[in-house]
């Protein structure tokens, strides 16, 4: 038969898939002699076959679950229904994955009247008797009974209201046993049958509880948020109980081995004397911090570090603990991987390999490229904030800076988010049903509560800031609006909270980006990243200032100059940009064809020299068109252009010096430079009703006359890309000989240029060699006549268009580089407007799983990826020394980026704020696929 149940001592952490987190640990620390209450785990295997049975326990389950019972009792020379020396268990929910707070516990179980009496005789203690038979009753009419827990809680306020008393801990113990004979006699009332008085009735009922915890609503939908498996199933742990609630020398407490905010050394957690766990994380009471504990406790401070020092010695990693003191004896009931904030998880990370704890792999593959991007998150301008309202300060739970509309309930928060609004939701203190509503939330504010209150937790998980036990803020749910000293912050109203801080502020306080050098955990693990990765990173910046920022933050060149954005004016010039540009697709109507027939006969008397009659044909258009006004304008126009461009790649090399700069010719199609067709034909139409004439008129006539004449129907298929460059003669030559010139310049300075040209768009060999061969020619010239020929520059082009990845052994020969564009190529691929998709069906398709991912996100491999790998394999075939990247969006995407190292690519070229993403993201490649 296969085995269901497991003793303690029977498992180990290895043992996680079957024994859920929390078993295969309490397995583990009793194999490590720490103090663990004994107990048995039923596995997940178990669970599922609970739960297909629709709710029915498998054979032969329960007399194995009565085999462990019957151990345990043993064990600890406890026994069940014995007034003598009653055990009391606890079950509880323990899923392969940690899921806070999302399924169910129940504590106390084995309690009725008769143990109750024996327990008062034993520990001398009824107040405690009575609590812990209130909070029993209580959860197990709620948690294994499904009944309203408010009803049972308030027997509890309404012997307090009776008693003119607040806390818990000052309800004399004639109420707390009249809150025991009250609940019951409720649960009478709502079941139609006495609270069971048999221990084993209740652990069987309470252990199905746990295993149809695993389908509530909340744990749904917090696996759906953060894509955990649905069919893991939890297991359930059964424990014999401890009391933290035994007196004033009893304590239940949560122990971080090191900081969850920012990793810093030290025990960081919380300790409530006479309570039990439930107490610390609910908030109750406010608790004791550990640090405290040092002075006031300094053994039991002792006992709990060197505790931590064991566990971290064992797990290598930063453990989240929960204990408790029973009458003096300190019992550990469970540890964990902490969860932390992205801060911490760099810190601990860098720090463990620094203390020789793990190696730089470990560490680097315990960073992972969200946790970057959160601590690059924006930060309120410090401007800002020093004017801003400061309205009161609570617990930095969780950092980072939000800001948002006050919500007050988390069913709003949902309709809000959903809705793109900006929500902060603000609480008393949340609880797993508020889950909806924080999932969309930009952060938390509670009320009550501490560090690890739900409400925090929950938010250094998902890297949301969050402000927690900020009781300065004083909410009144009813009127939906909280006050605080003279403010009053109504629901919808504008705050900003920062979680580092801790601080709630009025209105809204700009964001600033984060400072990047005062990461020096960041910076130095990214180090060890360059160390191991193979991939090269390069970033894509198209003027000076994000150059430098690309450096900054480590980019190895410039993957994609983009040019089209320098067509556009600049301040402080005194030429516009635009103007010229303008000016110079006016011109083009007439000049462009009159240039490219001027260039057919150039090219046909070079391959015919001797020929007079072409010769003179030559001579003679050379002569109209060197005279015509349009050819005129349109080579004034390029002209002007040049030095502006010569300019821009200069600040662009000089910000390189040493690295790679990969400039692409001009891309987009022309049109985009004019004004809008539609605003054209108003402004004409209304002149014309005005009996308007003359320039003014006859301009804009023009203008909407060549706007139409380039209007297409599908411009993303159409006159762009390196059509542009082979259809608007001297506009390719204009830009490579300011890149040259540039280049030049800065050499002469002593920069290191490393210029390499990009031809965009390429779909046939054809347009890319003719292209080259005019690119080539203005290069050589410049070099020439700047004295500079041993500067080397690379012609390359991008691949964008399926035709060209599939005849990329044909365009290899023409080819130094393929700089893959798979914003295009997915466009091209898939059939899919980029532009348009995204907001009209793509993003419903992934939602209906029709398509797994967004593939302008995340690479499609099977598809894009496909021809990528084929275009790589066929361009090295025919140049050996093709050098291959990416410079599509996907180049800053972690998945995408393991598929560039997969295939063989050299580079990934991304935003200037994604390359220390991607750095990592090359070294995880690199560590789990080494090439
Ligand atoms: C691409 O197509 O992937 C690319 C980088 O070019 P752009 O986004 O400018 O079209
Ligand atoms: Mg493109």
């Known amino acids: 038969m296969v085995k269901r149940v497991y003793d303690f001592s029977e498992g180990s952490k290895d043992m996680r898939d079957l024994l859920g987190g929390k078993g295969a640990n309490l397995a583990e620390m009793t194999g490590m002699g720490l103090n663990i209450p004994p107990g048995f785990t039923i596995t997940t295997t178990a669970c599922l076959e609970f739960l297909d049975a629709g709710g029915k326990f498998p054979e032969g389950l329960w007399e194995e679950v009565l085999e462990h019972v019957k151990r345990l009792e043993e064990s600890t020379g406890k026994r069940f229904d014995d007034p003598e020396n009653p055990l009391l268990v606890s079950v509880r929910s323990g899923a392969p994955v940690s899921m806070p707070g999302m399924m169910d516990t129940v504590l106390n179980l084995g309690l009725n009247d008769k143990v109750a009496q024996g327990l008062i005789k034993l520990t001398n203690n009824e107040r405690f008797v009575w609590d812990a038979y209130r909070r029993f009753i209580t959860m197990f009419a709620d948690v294994v009974k499904g009944l309203d827990r408010r009803k049972f809680e308030e027997v509890f306020e309404e012997v307090k209201k009776e008693e003119g008393v607040k806390g818990d801990t000052e309800v004399s113990v004639e109420g707390l046993k009249e809150t025991v004979e009250r609940m019951k006699k409720l649960y009478k009332e709502e079941m139609g049958e006495d609270f069971p008085q048999d221990p084993y009735p209740q652990l069987r009922d309470a252990i199905a509880a746990v295993f149809n915890s695993w389908n509530t609503p909340r744990a749904k939908t917090y696996r759906k948020f953060e894509g955990i ?72 401070y002792a006992e709990l570090e060197e505790i931590a020092h064991k566990v971290e010695e064992h797990y290598k990693d930063m453990q989240d603990m929960e204990f408790t003191i029973e009458r003096g004896k300190l019992w550990i009931l469970q540890t964990r991987t902490g969860k932390r904030t992205a801060r911490a998880s760099i810190k601990i990370a860098v720090d463990m390999v620094e203390e020789g704890l793990i190696d730089k792999e470990t560490a680097l593959l315990r960073i992972q490229p969200s946790h970057i991007d959160q601590i690059l998150h924006p930060q309120f301008d410090p401007q800002a904030k020093k004017e801003a309202v400061l309205l009161a300060k609570g617990l930095n739970a969780s950092p980072g800076a939000a800001v948002g509309m006050a919500i007050f309930d988390a069913d ?438 029709l398509l797994p991912v967004n593939p302008f996100q995340v690479l499609d491999r099977d598809g894009v990826g496909k021809l990528m790998r084929m275009c790589v394999e066929a361009g090295r075939k025919t140049n050996p020394e093709l050098e291959i990247g990416i410079c599509g969006e996907h180049g800053g995407d972690p998945s995408s980026i393991e598929f560039c190292h997969e295939i063989g690519l050299d580079y990934v070229s991304c935003s200037p704020f994604r390359v220390p993403i991607a750095r990592l993201a090359a070294a995880h490649a690199q560590i789990k696929n080494p090439r």
Not at 271 to 289: H, M, S, W
Not at 451 to 457: P, Q, W
Not at 740 to 755: I, L, R, T, Y
Request: with cysteine.
């Open 229 to 300: 498996d649905d069919h893991m199933g939890t297991a359930c742990n059964v424990q014999m109980m401890v009391f933290g609630n035994m007196g004033w020398d009893s304590g239940s407490g949560v122990m971080f081995t090191r900081s969850p905010s920012d990793g810093s050394k030290g025990l960081f957690g919380e300790l409530l004397f006479n309570a039990q766990g439930e107490d610390v994380v609910a908030g109750i009471r406010t608790p004791i911090k550990l640090e405290e504990l040092k002075d006031q406790y300094p053994k039991l």
């Open 412 to 849: 709003k928060a949902e309709e809000r988010g959903k809705a793109g609004d900006s929500v902060i939701l603000v609480r008393p203190e949340t609880t797993p049903e508020d889950v909806n509503g924080m999932v969309v939330s930009r952060g938390f504010l509670t009320q009550h509560g501490g560090g690890t209150s739900h409400a925090a937790v929950v938010a250094r998980g998902w890297g949301k800031p969050c402000v927690a036990g900020c009781e300065d803020i004083k909410i009144d749910l009813a009127r939906r609006l909280f006050t605080v000293g003279e403010y009053t912050v109504r629901e919808g109203d504008w705050i900003s909270i920062d979680g580092s801080t801790g601080e709630v502020f009025l209105g809204k306080i700009p964001l600033v980006e984060a400072v990047y050098e005062k990461e020096t955990e960041l910076i130095k693990a990214l180090e060890w990243a360059d160390e191991v990765r193979s991939l090269g990173v390069l970033a894509n910046a198209d003027n000076p200032e994000d150059a430098s920022r690309a450096r900054r933050f480590g980019a190895q060149g410039i993957g994609l100059c983009r040019t089209e954005h320098m067509f556009f004016d600049q301040e402080g010039e005194e030429v516009s940009r635009r103007a010229n540009i303008v000016n110079m697709i006016l011109r083009s109507e007439v000049a462009a064809p009159l240039l490219r027939q001027l260039e057919a006969l150039e090219k046909a008397l070079k391959a015919n020299p001797d020929d007079e009659e072409l010769k003179k044909e030559y001579e003679e258009l050379k002569k109209e068109v060197d005279s015509h006004p349009d050819v005129k304008q349109y080579r004034e126009s390029l002209e002007n252009l040049l030095p502006l461009q010569r300019k821009d790649f200069l600040g662009i090399f000089k910000a390189m010096d040493g690295y790679p700069v990969i400039i692409r010719l001009i891309d987009p199609p022309m049109h985009e430079f004019l004004p809008p067709r539609e605003e054209l034909l108003v402004e004409v139409t209304e002149l014309r009703a005005k009996g308007a004439s003359g320039r003014e008129l006859e301009e804009k006539e023009q203008l909407l006359r060549v706007v139409e004449s380039l209007w297409e129907t599908n411009p993303m298929l159409g006159l762009r890309g390196c059509r542009a460059g082979l259809m608007y003669p001297g506009l390719t030559e204009m830009q490579v000989q300011a890149i040259m010139e540039a280049a030049v310049e800065a050499w002469k300075q002593g920069v290191e240029v490393h210029p390499e040209i990009m031809i965009p768009l390429t779909s046939h060999i054809n347009e890319l060699e003719e292209e080259k061969r005019k690119l080539q020619q203005v290069a050589e010239r410049v070099l020439e006549e700047k004295g500079a020929k041993d500067l080397k520059y690379k012609i390359g082009t991008m691949i964008e268009v399926p035709r060209a990845a599939l005849t990329a052994d044909e365009i290899a020969r023409a080819a130094e580089f393929f700089s893959f564009g798979t914003n295009d190529l997915t466009q091209m691929t898939y059939g899919i407007s980029r532009d348009d998709a995204e907001g009209k069906f793509l993003l419903n398709f992934v939602d209906r799983k």
